[in-house]
Nanobody
């Protein structure tokens, strides 16, 4: 049984930083792409950052240059470092693990349907 447990959310002022962590268990962590999605009230869940098993990354345009995704395969953990936070970053952030291992080394899955395990979500609130 796969489990994803997020931590690190909270309340921060605009311009501040937070680091989210997601500890995974249940499958060979290094084989799977990992992603962070977020969902703001009244909006669809959107992908924010992805890191595949080869270490290739994807960032949404809205966070490029401010957020960094990283993984530690020895600790079965993926991180999201969020800097220069703005109120528009306020959302529930979800960690997700890809459904398949058979992607090419350059492919970074970005849609909800490509992920089959999800964390419980952690709230990030950025005050102006």
């Amino acid at each position: 049984q796969v489990q994803l447990v997020e931590s690190g959310g909270g309340l921060v002022q605009a311009g501040g930083s937070l680091r989210l962590s997601c500890a995974a268990s249940g499958r060979t962590f290094s084989n799977y792409a990992m992603a962070w999605f977020r969902q703001a009230p009244g909006k669809d869940r959107e992908s924010v950052a992805v890191i595949n098993g080869s270490g290739n990354t994807y960032y949404a345009d809205s966070v490029k240059g401010r957020f960094t995704i990283a993984r530690d395969n020895a600790k079965n953990t993926v991180y999201l470092q969020m800097n220069s936070l703005i109120p528009e970053d306020t959302a529930v952030y979800y960690c997700a693990q890809a459904a398949k291992t058979s992607y090419s080394r350059y492919y970074t899955p970005r849609t909800r349907s490509e992920y089959d395990y999800w964390g419980q979500g952690t709230q990030v609130t950025v005050s102006s």
